[in-house]
């Protein structure tokens, strides 16, 4: 994506909310993450070169706000906005078990997910703005008053909230071509 001149990039993920307020549908706009992938390339460097990145704020607040004013100018009917939050991404395919579910809420993590640390990774060693869009779909497997997670029940709140996160995108995408935030957009 780099070198087509890509400055800027939303991930737009499906996740299980942590917490009773994120209820499936919401849109969150996470600030942080918590990796607990094993088995995926998060770097583009190796082979003996070795290059370290600050990632202590992964996502460009520049690129969040702007993603968040567009969600607000939407007024898009019974979704609830949630700024900041921590994004567990696991190693999937499998859902998690109740124990990691209430773990990770112990932690104080927001939402989980199977996407966006190691592409967050990725687009700071290349210099793109990043930031994630994230859909509840679910809570999880923790709530005692829903159901445990099934692909199904993802599948459907996915397809709900896609029109929704294909007009966000779309706004979004205006907004930064009419006011392109400043060259150190990778900063927090």
């Avoid at 918590?34 to 704020?57: E, L, P």
């Avoid at 939407?74 to 696991?90: F, K, N, Q, V």
């Avoid at 395919?93 to 190691?118: D, H, K």
Wanted: with cysteine; aromatic share 6%.
């Amino acid at each position: 994506m780099k070198s087509l001149g890509v400055e800027y990039l939303i991930s737009a993920s499906a996740v299980g909310s942590l917490k009773e307020e994120v209820k499936p549908m919401d849109m969150v706009l996470p600030d942080q993450y918590i990796d607990r992938t094993k088995n995926r390339t998060s770097t583009f460097f190796g082979n003996g070169i070795a290059a370290h990145i600050a990632f202590g704020h992964p996502i460009c607040s520049q690129l969040a706000g702007i993603l968040a004013d567009a969600i607000v100018s939407l007024e898009l009917p019974d979704i609830t906005l949630h700024r900041g939050g921590t994004y567990i991404c696991m190693e999937g395919p499998a859902f998690s078990t109740q124990a990691e579910s209430n773990l990770y809420r112990s932690w104080g993590a927001t939402i989980i997910g199977m996407t966006a640390l190691p592409e967050a990774k990725l687009a700071r060693e290349a210099e793109i703005a990043y930031a994630t869009l994230a859909l509840a779909t679910d809570y999880d497997c923790w709530h005692p008053d829903h159901d445990h997670v099934t692909i199904d029940m993802v599948i459907d709140y996915l397809r709900r909230n896609a029109i929704n996160a294909q007009n966000v995108i779309q706004e979004t995408v205006k907004r930064l071509s009419a006011n392109p935030p400043c060259p150190m957009r990778t900063r927090p």
